[in-house]
C-alpha cells in the first residue's frame, strides 16, 4: 500500500512528550494539561485555552532513578514516568492531574511531587477520587470530584474559563477527533483492510498526546487519503487479533504482532480507540458536567471497576469488538507488574477462551517491547495455533 | 464403702496420671510433635481428593 | 531457664529438622503453671470443636483445615519469652481469638452446601471478605457475618507460615503472575481449587487494602455467582481524608445495610447498631490507654500483643462480641498493674521502633524475635494505627459517616491509601511522639503502594536521623523470601551499622528452616 502522507510526521511527534505541537500550543498562550489515565474526562482538560497530553516516556531505557524511588516491584510505566520527570522531561507541564485509579500510577506522581520536579511557580498537582462502580453514586462522585479539582483547578490556577458553554465547545472538538479516528479505524474490519494495525495505532496515540486543534486539520487529510487508498491485493496477514490490556504506548508492540503475522484488528487497551474515541452525545435537559462524567464512567473498561456488571460487561465488549472486527483470537497481554491486569487477564482469558470459544494468547510484557524476540515467538505460535484451528475446522 | 473408696482411689489416680501425662505433653511439646507427623497423612488425604478445578 | 525474663536461652527451643520446637519455655512455676492452664483450656476448646460432624467433615473436605493443628504453636510463638502480666495480656487475647475463630469455623461449616447443608441453612449469613470492616452487620443482630477468606486464608498462614503455597501454585497455574500480592492470590487460589464453602444469603464485598484484593474479589464473585449468591460491591473511596469523599462512602454503607435488607428481609436495628458501637469506642478507648503508656519508659501492651488483637476486634468483630470489650478491660488492668511495677518485657529496651509497613504474615512472630535478641523494642505497627476516634452513640445521621470513616480506616488501606501523607508523613509523626529511635520497614516486595514509596522513606529516615531497617518478605510465602532471611536483614543492620552485640546471643542465628 501506499504510504500515509502524514505518517512520518506523526511518528516524529511521538518520539519526544514534548512534541513540537506541544510547544506550539503553549507558545500560543494555551495552559498544559498532563493526565496519566483515562478515568479522568481528557475533554475537561481540553477547554479553550488548554489542552491535555496523556503521558508517555518514548525511548525509556533506563529506569535506575525511578527504580530507586519505586522498587523493581512497580510497573515499567510508573517507574519510566518517573524516571522521565525527573530528568526534567515534563517541566513543560502546567500542571498535572490524575486519579487515584491504581495505585503505581498514585505513587508515581506523588514522587514526583515529593521531589518537586516541577518548579514553575503556577504549577499544581491534582488527585481525584475516582468511582470503583459506575452507578449513581459513583456519577455523583466523579462529577463533584471533576467539578472542584479539574475545572476548579484550572479556573482557579489559570483563569480558564469552565463555563457549560465552554464544557459543550470542548465537547464538540472532541468528538469531531472521535468521529475522525473513529471513521479511520472502521477500515480495519474490511475484509483487507486498508490500513494496518500499526498505522492506526500512531494516528490514535497522537490524539491522545498533541494538542487536538493542531492535530486535527493533519487526521482528517489522513481520513481523506485513507479513503482512496488502494489496499493490498491479497491480505498480508496470517489471522486477525484484538489486543486487550494494560496501556500501550510503544507502537513497537503493535508493529511487532503485526510483523509476526497477526493483523492488529481491533485495540482494546488504555491510549486506545475502543473505548477512548467514542462521541460523547449531549442533551440540552441534564447538566453537561454530570453528562459528560456520566459518559466516561459507562464506558471504562479499566479492570479497576469492580461491581458485577461492568466486570461481566468487560469480556462482554471484547467478544463485541472481536465479532464487530472480524477477529479471529484475542492476545491478551499487560505490563509486567500491573496488578489490575493480572487478575483481569487471567479471568478474561479463560472467560473468552472457554465460555466465548476464542483461541486466546496472554503475555506480560515489559514498557518498552523493541524487538523483543520472545514475544515475537509466542506470537507466531499463537498465529500458527489459529491457522491450525482453521484448517482443523473446515476439515470438519 | 470399701468398694466405693477403691472406686474413688482408682479414679484419683487415673487423675493424676493423666494430670501427670497432659504436663509432660505440654512441656516437651508433644502435641505440636504429634501434630506434625500427622500433616502429611493429611496432606496425602487431600491430594487423593478429586477437585473441579476451575475459574 | 527460669522466672526472670531473658533467664533462657531462647534460641536452643529450635532444632532446624523438625517442624516444632523441642519443648515449651519454662518461665519459672507461676508462669508455667499458668501457660499450661491455658493450654489445657486450648486443647480442650479445640477438642470440643472436632466434637462437631460438620467440622469434622470439614477438617477432611478442606485443605486448609490442616493448618489449625498449629493453634498451640501459634500462640506459644507470640507469648515468646513473655512472663507475668504481659504473658496474661497475650494469653488473654490469643485465647479469645482462637475461641472465636472456633466458632467461625463451626457456622462455616454448619452453613456450608459443600458439606451437606442446605442454602436455607444461610438464610441468616452474610459473607464479608478478610480484611473487611463488618461494622455494617451491626445494625443487623439476626444477622451473622462470615469471612471464609480468614478462616482459610489470614489464620492460615499465622498457624502454618507456608500453608499458602499450595494455593498460590494453583491460582500461578491459571495464569496469575506471581509478582501479585500473594493475599488476595491465595483467596483466589483457594476459590479455584474448590476449596471454598459455599454458604451464604449474600455478600457483601469491599476494596480492602489495594488493586489485588479489590481484582481478586472478581474472581470469587464469579464463584459465588455460579452458586446463586448475590453479591454487593461496597466501594471505599481511596483519598479518604479527603473532605469530599465522605458522602460518597456514607451513600456505600447505606446502599450495603439496604442491599443486606433486601436480600435478608432483615431490618436495621438502631437499638443494636448503637450498642455495638459503644463497644467499639471502649476498645478505642483502652487501645489509646495502651499507646499513651507506650509513650512512656515502660510500654506495656505492644507488639503483636496489641496488632493481631486490635486488628481482630476492630475489623471481625466491630463491637458485636461483648466478649472483647470485656477483655480490653481486663488488658488495660493488667498493663496498668504492670506498669506502676515498671516491668518491662524484655532484659533490656535498647531501641524504641516503630513498625511501619506490612508485616509478614507468615512470620509475625518476628517482632518477639526482635524484642528477645536484640532489645528492638516493637512498640506498635502501621496496622495498629487505625481510627481511634470516638463514634457517635446515638446519631443516626451521624452512624453513616462513623461507618464509613471506619471502612477508610481499616487496617493497611488507611496507610496504603489516602495518600503519602497518611504513609510518609504520619510515620514521622509517630516517631516523633512515641520517641522512637529506630523504624523496622516491612518492605513486602509485593506491596506496590508501600514499595512506591520505597526512596521517599530512605530519604526522609535519613534526613530526620532515623535508623530504617529495611525487611524483606513476601507475606504469604515464606519459600520467596525465608524467615531466616528477615533476622538477617535485622541482624546486618544491628551488627554492620550499629556495632551491638544480642541480648540473647542464642537467637542470632536459628534453624527454623522446617518449622511451621
Request: aromatic share 10%.
Amino acid at each position: 500500500m501506499k504510504d500515509l502522507k502524514h505518517l512520518y510526521y506523526f511518528e516524529k511527534l511521538l518520539e519526544d512528550a514534548n512534541n513540537e505541537l506541544v510547544r506550539r500550543a503553549q507558545a500560543d498562550g494555551d495552559i498544559c494539561v498532563g493526565n496519566t489515565c483515562y478515568q479522568l474526562p481528557e475533554v475537561l482538560m481540553d477547554l479553550p485555552g488548554t489542552f491535555t497530553v496523556r503521558l508517555r516516556a518514548p525511548k525509556t531505557v533506563s529506569m535506575d532513578m525511578g527504580t530507586y524511588y519505586m522498587t523493581s516491584m512497580l510497573c515499567d510505566y510508573s517507574r519510566a514516568l518517573l524516571e522521565r520527570a525527573i530528568e526534567g522531561g515534563y517541566n513543560f507541564l502546567d500542571c498535572l492531574m490524575t486519579p487515584d485509579g491504581c495505585t503505581m500510577i498514585n505513587r508515581c506522581v506523588e514522587n514526583m511531587e515529593l521531589l518537586k520536579v516541577n518548579e514553575k511557580e503556577k504549577f499544581f498537582y491534582k488527585y481525584l477520587e475516582v468511582p470503583l462502580k459506575a452507578d449513581d453514586n459513583g456519577l455523583t462522585l466523579l462529577v463533584s470530584e471533576c467539578r472542584k479539582k479539574i475545572l476548579g483547578g484550572l479556573k482557579e490556577g489559570y483563569g480558564i474559563d469552565t463555563s457549560d458553554v465552554a464544557l459543550r465547545k470542548a465537547v464538540e472538538k472532541h468528538n469531531e477527533i472521535c468521529r475522525i479516528i473513529t471513521e479511520i479505524g472502521n477500515f480495519r474490519k474490511d475484509d483487507i483492510p486498508r490500513i494496518s494495525g500499526y498505522e492506526f495505532h500512531i494516528i490514535c496515540m497522537v490524539s491522545f498526546v498533541c494538542p487536538k486543534y493542531l492535530i486535527i486539520d493533519k487526521l482528517r487529510e489522513t481520513l481523506e487519503e485513507l479513503k482512496i487508498r488502494e489496499p493490498d491485493k491479497k491480505f498480508q496477514y496470517r489471522t486477525r487479533v484484538v489486543v486487550v490490556g494494560s496501556e500501550v504506548d510503544d507502537v513497537d508492540m503493535i508493529k511487532l504482532i503485526e510483523s509476526s503475522g497477526a493483523y492488529v484488528c481491533a485495540d482494546r487497551f488504555c491510549f486506545g480507540s475502543l473505548p477512548g474515541r467514542q462521541e460523547i452525545i449531549l442533551n440540552d435537559k441534564e447538566d453537561v458536567l454530570t453528562q459528560i462524567c456520566r459518559h466516561y464512567m459507562l464506558d471504562c473498561m479499566c479492570p479497576r471497576h469492580m461491581d458485577t456488571p461492568k466486570m461481566n460487561h468487560r469480556r462482554e465488549y471484547v467478544d463485541e469488538i472481536a465479532k464487530e472486527y472480524k477477529a479471529d483470537g484475542i492476545i491478551y497481554q499487560q505490563l509486567q507488574f500491573c496488578d489490575p491486569w493480572a487478575y483481569e487477564r487471567m479471568i478474561g482469558a479463560h472467560v473468552l477462551h472457554d465460555e466465548y470459544n476464542y483461541p486466546v494468547l496472554t503475555i506480560d510484557r515489559p514498557y518498552s517491547v523493541g524487538v523483543s524476540g520472545l514475544l515475537k515467538t509466542r506470537v507466531q505460535a499463537f498465529v500458527e495455533s489459529i491457522e491450525i484451528k482453521k484448517i482443523q475446522g473446515e476439515k470438519k | 464403702m470399701a468398694t466405693f473408696l477403691h472406686i474413688l482411689l482408682i479414679i484419683a489416680i487415673s487423675f493424676a496420671c493423666l494430670f501427670m501425662f497432659s504436663l509432660v505433653v505440654y512441656f516437651f511439646n508433644l502435641d505440636m510433635k504429634l501434630t506434625t507427623s500427622l500433616e502429611p497423612l493429611f496432606q496425602k488425604h487431600y491430594d487423593r481428593r478429586k477437585r473441579e478445578r476451575n475459574l | 531457664m527460669g522466672k526472670a525474663i531473658g533467664s533462657e536461652k531462647l534460641g536452643k527451643l529450635f532444632n532446624g529438622k523438625a517442624r516444632c520446637r523441642k519443648r515449651r519455655e519454662w518461665r519459672g512455676f507461676r508462669d508455667t503453671w499458668y501457660d499450661y492452664t491455658r493450654w489445657v483450656k486450648i486443647i480442650w476448646m479445640l477438642s470440643k470443636f472436632m466434637m462437631h460432624p460438620k467440622n469434622v467433615k470439614g477438617f477432611f473436605r478442606y485443605r486448609w483445615m490442616v493448618n489449625y493443628l498449629a493453634v498451640p504453636m501459634m500462640i506459644d510463638k507470640h507469648s515468646f519469652g513473655l512472663r507475668g502480666n504481659h504473658l496474661r495480656i497475650c494469653r488473654e487475647e490469643y485465647d479469645l481469638i482462637a475461641d472465636d475463630v472456633a466458632k467461625l469455623l463451626t457456622m462455616i461449616f454448619s452453613a456450608d452446601q459443600n458439606l451437606g447443608a442446605k442454602p436455607k441453612d444461610s438464610a441468616h449469613i452474610i459473607l464479608v471478605d478478610e480484611n473487611e470492616m463488618t461494622n455494617v452487620l451491626c445494625g443487623f443482630p439476626t444477622l451473622q457475618g462470615l469471612s471464609w477468606e480468614t478462616a482459610s486464608s489470614y489464620v492460615c498462614c499465622l498457624l502454618k507460615g507456608d500453608s499458602a503455597a499450595h494455593y498460590l501454585d494453583v491460582v500461578q497455574q491459571m495464569g496469575l503472575p506471581g509478582d501479585v500480592c500473594p493475599m488476595p492470590a491465595t483467596e483466589a487460589g483457594v476459590c479455584i481449587d474448590d476449596d471454598m464453602p459455599i454458604l451464604g444469603k449474600c455478600a457483601v464485598q469491599c476494596n480492602t487494602t489495594c488493586d489485588g484484593s479489590l481484582l481478586g474479589n472478581g474472581v470469587i464473585s464469579r464463584k459465588l455467582k455460579a452458586h446463586g449468591i448475590p453479591v454487593f460491591q461496597l466501594a471505599v473511596p481511596m483519598r479518604h481524608t479527603e473532605e469530599g469523599v465522605q458522602e460518597y462512602a456514607a451513600q456505600e454503607i447505606r446502599n450495603a445495610v439496604k442491599f443486606i435488607e433486601e436480600q435478608t428481609g432483615a431490618k436495621w436495628d438502631w437499638n443494636a447498631y448503637f450498642e455495638c458501637a459503644k463497644r467499639i469506642n471502649i476498645g478505642a478507648r483502652e487501645c489509646s490507654e495502651w499507646l499513651e503508656m507506650t509513650k512512656t519508659d515502660y510500654p506495656q501492651v505492644i507488639g503483636n500483643n496489641i496488632l493481631l488483637y486490635r486488628e481482630t476486634e476492630y475489623m471481625a468483630i466491630a463491637g458485636k462480641v461483648p466478649a472483647f470489650a470485656e477483655t480490653d478491660l481486663k488488658i488495660t488492668k493488667l498493663a496498668t498493674e504492670s506498669y506502676k511495677r515498671k516491668e518491662m518485657l524484655a532484659k533490656e529496651y535498647r531501641h524504641r521502633a516503630v513498625i511501619w509497613g506490612v508485616q509478614s504474615q507468615f512470620y509475625t512472630d518476628v517482632l518477639a524475635w526482635m524484642l528477645n535478641c536484640w532489645g528492638i523494642l516493637p512498640m506498635f505497627d502501621m496496622l495498629t494505627m487505625i481510627a481511634l476516634d470516638p463514634i457517635s452513640e446515638n446519631d443516626k445521621e451521624q452512624a453513616f459517616y462513623d461507618m464509613a470513616h471506619q471502612y477508610e480506616n481499616m487496617i493497611m488501606r488507611n496507610r496504603t491509601h489516602g495518600g503519602y501523607e497518611v504513609l510518609l508523613d504520619d510515620l514521622w509523626r509517630y516517631c516523633a511522639e512515641y520517641r522512637a529511635d529506630m523504624v523496622i520497614l516491612w518492605e513486602h516486595i509485593h506491596c506496590k503502594a508501600l514499595n512506591g514509596m520505597h526512596g521517599m522513606f530512605e530519604q526522609q529516615a535519613r534526613k530526620r536521623g532515623i535508623h530504617l531497617v529495611w525487611v524483606n518478605h513476601d507475606l504469604f510465602d515464606p519459600r520467596i523470601i525465608p524467615r531466616a532471611s528477615l533476622r538477617q536483614d535485622v541482624n546486618r543492620y544491628m551488627r554492620s551499622v550499629l556495632c551491638e552485640e544480642p541480648l540473647d546471643p542464642s537467637l542470632e542465628e536459628i534453624d527454623d528452616t522446617n518449622n511451621w
